[in-house]
């Protein structure tokens, strides 16, 4: 049996981001940035795919983690990225916990059309909220962390980054171990056979409802970054196309490793911004098609590219 | 008072709309098992069809009348062509996949179908307002609406019936419903499936495609609008019960009626409100409200 490498991958490639941050020019530093954002949202979905569930209403969560930090900064004039971050983790794992109780009764169809439910009602609220700028959204700009103000705008740039980069490899080592918790082995038995789990004496609602909170929370801290990332936020992020997005790439991406989902999160980040550039009229229909051939020949998403010709060799 | 009445006119011409669109994705689910998120693009799909065909009707000097008829053949023209495409060519290989994966598979099919739209169309908005206001106005009261808001009425009443009708009535809906059923007994019973399949996603593309063609006389019809429908049907569907034609009747009138209460007493809470009252109904009844009849749900 081959070692695990992801940790090791995880770390260099956490440590080769920080270090040529710096050197990379905006758009590349941007594009991985909000890869970075996206993906941690991504890891969030897998970890609920991987236990069975599919939720197409996680654009509330990210929303909500987006809001959360954008009010602080807006109506309390705390713009402060540290702060921000806290913000939205008790904001995404307050009303996460809440719904969870309602949603773990959920599965299949259900889930997904409940979540759904959940995440048009934000989108409603915050659509017609004059107070948070209705549909147009508003403007943040976090200028401080932890209390330190940042000098200049690379300077500022670069710390975004950072702290996104920071996130990604603490959600990713996080995940990495929970995944080979009692709780994360779990995740994977109740997809393939919920009763035989209940006979085994676990609870299944509750294995359910925390990873429901964790992916939660993660969507709201990815929310948050890409929120500090862009500077702008506005009630799309809750609406389903937002949500189904994320369920298109955790497909893209597979549900077999803790990095799968940064490299799907990168691709579909690289291909839109290219798309957007040169293309702005096709590049659903791309997905589309990509998301077809996925489903039909590698239901195991792109990561299971990787396993295959690694057995192979 | 008056306010009460246009809150009630007002609802059961939104509710008409909104069941003329949930209708068809209903009878696919019931039938087929799939949510059919591409339900959406057909609409747009009626919708631009309806617009162009209407306005090269009206453009080239014909009774503006005919521009209905224009409507209605734009609608059919959508669900023929769109239709058997979408089950022949794909949806056919994907039979007995989970009911997550295929609702992710037409999610694909919307995606390609939107920038279809945008590819022949264009991103500018198209506008066939005459046959909206065509057919004069009635009064209640003090409040004065188009008449074209009976025809949305009627069609609805309409579809609602004949549909109702082939169920109960005819052999090809004793087959349906046999399908419906139990798809593998009904096939051992000499039930051709594929071909029932075949004909309700067709039937349902058409609806799909009607709703969207007697909408675009009321809007400005642009890229989106399939978007913003596909989860308006997805609360009318899941409230009144996935697969159930009542359940889709009492659910677009209970919609239709509470969003027109918002409108004219809380207009802050408009789409608030719908989500809020499919929120609730999962809730409370966690497969919808006519989800009891389990075996003879359309």
Same mark, same amino acid.
């Given at each position: 049996m081959r070692r695990d490498r992801t940790p090791v991958i995880l770390v260099a490639v956490a440590a080769l981001l920080l270090a040529t941050g710096p050197f990379l020019p905006r758009w590349a530093m941007f594009l991985v940035n909000v890869s970075l954002c996206y993906g941690i949202v991504v890891l969030g979905m897998m970890l609920l795919m991987r236990t069975g569930v599919v939720s197409f209403g996680h654009g509330l969560y990210y929303c909500l983690g987006a809001y959360a930090a954008g009010t602080l900064d807006q109506v309390y004039k705390v713009s402060d990225m540290a702060? $921000?971050?806290?913000?939205?983790? %008790?904001?995404?794992?307050?009303?996460?916990?809440?719904?969870?109780?309602?949603?773990?009764?959920?599965?299949? %169809?259900? !889930?997904?059309?409940?979540?759904?439910?959940?995440?048009?009602?934000? +989108?409603?609220?915050?659509?017609?909220?004059?107070?948070?700028?209705?549909?147009?959204?508003? *403007?943040?700009?976090?200028?401080?962390?932890?209390? %330190?103000?940042?000098?200049?705008?690379?300077?500022?740039?670069?710390?975004?980054?950072?702290?996104?980069?920071?996130?990604?490899?603490?959600?990713?080592?996080?995940?990495? /171990?929970?995944?080979?918790?009692?709780? &994360?082995?779990?995740?994977?038995?109740?997809?393939? *056979?919920?009763?035989?789990?209940?006979? $085994?004496?676990?609870?299944?609602? *509750?294995?359910?409802?925390? *990873? +429901?909170?964790?992916?939660?929370?993660?969507?709201?801290?990815?929310?948050?970054?890409?929120?500090?990332?862009? &500077?702008?936020?506005?009630?799309?992020?809750?609406?389903?196309?937002?949500?189904?997005?994320?369920?298109?790439?955790?497909?893209?991406?597979?549900?077999?490793?803790?990095?799968?989902? !940064?490299?799907?999160? !990168?691709? !579909?980040?690289?291909? /839109?911004?290219f798309a957007y550039e040169y293309s702005p009229n096709t590049w659903q229909m791309a997905l589309g098609i990509t998301m077809l051939v996925v489903i039909m020949f590698l239901p195991g998403g792109l990561w299971s590219l990787f396993t295959r010709w690694r057995k192979a060799a | 008072m008056s306010q009460i009445l246009a809150v009630l006119i007002d609802g059961l011409i939104y509710s008409s709309w909104l069941f003329i669109i949930a209708v068809g994705l209903t009878l696919i689910y019931g039938v087929m098992k799939i949510l059919n998120i591409a339900h959406g693009s057909l609409y747009a799909l009626g919708a631009y069809s309806a617009a162009s065909l209407a306005g090269y009707w009206i453009n080239h000097g014909h009774s503006p009348m005919g521009s209905y008829g224009a409507l209605l053949v734009a609608a059919v023209l959508v669900g023929l062509v769109a239709g058997p495409i979408i089950e022949r060519g794909l949806l056919r290989f994907m039979y007995g996949k989970d009911e997550i994966v295929l609702v992710l598979v037409t999610y694909a099919v919307f995606l390609i179908l939107e920038d279809l739209v945008k590819l022949v169309w264009g991103v500018d908005p198209y506008f066939i307002a005459q046959p909206y206001g065509l057919l004069g106005n009635f009064s209640v009261g003090d409040l004065t609406y188009p008449n074209y808001n009976l025809v949305l009425f009627g069609t609805a009443v309409l579809v609602g019936a004949v549909l109702a009708w082939i169920l109960a009535k005819t052999r090809q809906g004793k087959m349906l419903l046999a399908v419906i059923h139990d798809r593998e007994m009904s096939a051992a019973m000499g039930i051709n499936v594929g071909r029932v399949y075949f004909l309700t996603f067709t039937a349902g593309a058409m609806l799909g495609a009607l709703g969207g063609a007697l909408t675009a006389p009321m809007i400005s019809v642009q890229p989106g609008i399939g978007a913003e429908t596909i989860v308006l049907a997805f609360a009318v569907v899941v409230i009144g019960g996935l697969g159930s034609l009542p359940g889709a009747a009492l659910a677009a009138v209970l919609v239709g009626i509470v969003r027109a209460a918002a409108v004219h007493y809380r207009p802050e809470l408009d789409l608030f409100s719908i989500y809020l009252v499919m929120a609730a109904v999962l809730i409370l009844r966690p497969k919808g409200l006519f989800s009891a009849q389990e075996a003879r749900k359309i």
């Open positions: 702060v $921000m971050l806290v913000a939205a983790v %008790i904001a995404t794992a307050a009303v996460s916990a809440a719904l969870g109780l309602l949603l773990r009764k959920y599965r299949d %169809i259900f !889930f997904a059309m409940l979540s759904l439910a959940f995440s048009m009602i934000l +989108y409603g609220l915050l659509v017609k909220t004059s107070a948070l700028g209705s549909s147009d959204g508003f *403007n943040i700009a976090a200028a401080k962390i932890a209390g %330190i103000q940042v000098a200049g705008t690379a300077g500022e740039r670069y710390v975004r980054y950072a702290l996104t980069v920071l996130c990604a490899l603490g959600s990713g080592a996080f995940m990495y /171990r929970y995944l080979r918790s009692h709780m &994360g082995r779990l995740a994977e038995a109740i997809r393939d *056979n919920e009763l035989r789990v209940e006979y $085994m004496g676990a609870s299944v609602r *509750n294995v359910i409802h925390v *990873n +429901y909170v964790i992916s939660a929370v993660l969507a709201g801290i990815g929310g948050a970054l890409a929120a500090i990332a862009v &500077g702008h936020i506005d009630p799309e992020m809750a609406y389903w196309t937002t949500s189904g997005e994320f369920v298109f790439v955790g497909i893209l991406s597979g549900t077999g490793n803790i990095l799968a989902p !940064f490299l799907g999160a !990168f691709i !579909f980040e690289t291909i /839109r911004s | -």
